[in-house]
């Protein structure tokens, strides 16, 4: 089983762009599914792109367009490219992996976007 460390985040205009990384140790984190949530104070954990072992990438409808993620298998790294950020993506980013029965989280990094 696989552990994951964001980093990345930061204080950004809006407008700006920031990569978020996660990056996992241990073994089989090219069959995981790596999927980037986001959860904003008072609201739910939600979404926001994920990535298959295989396959299309998927995005929450608030990002598509902005937010682009990928993977780099040989550095076990996954990573969210944020573009033309807005006061509303504020919030802690969460990486989550996948694969089987395994369910992994890392401990989040916080993404803050004001002027």
């Known amino acids: 089983q696989v552990q994951l460390v964001e980093s990345g985040g930061g204080l950004v205009q809006p407008g700006g762009s920031l990569r978020l990384s996660c990056a996992a140790s241990?073994?089989?984190?090219?069959?995981?599914?790596v999927a980037w949530y986001r959860q904003a104070p008072g609201k739910q954990r939600e979404l926001v792109a994920e990535?298959?072992?295989?396959?299309?990438?998927n995005y929450a409808d608030s990002v598509k367009g902005r937010f682009s993620i990928s993977r780099d298998n040989a550095k076990n790294t996954a990573y969210l490219q944020m573009n033309s950020l807005k006061p509303e993506d504020t919030a802690v980013y969460y990486c989550?992996?996948?694969?089987?029965?395994?369910?992994?989280w890392g401990q989040g990094t916080q993404v803050t976007v004001s002027s």
């Open positions: 241990g073994s089989g984190f090219r069959f995981y599914t």
């Open positions: 989550n992996g996948r694969w089987g029965v395994v369910d992994t």
């Open positions: 990535i298959p072992s295989a396959g299309r990438s």
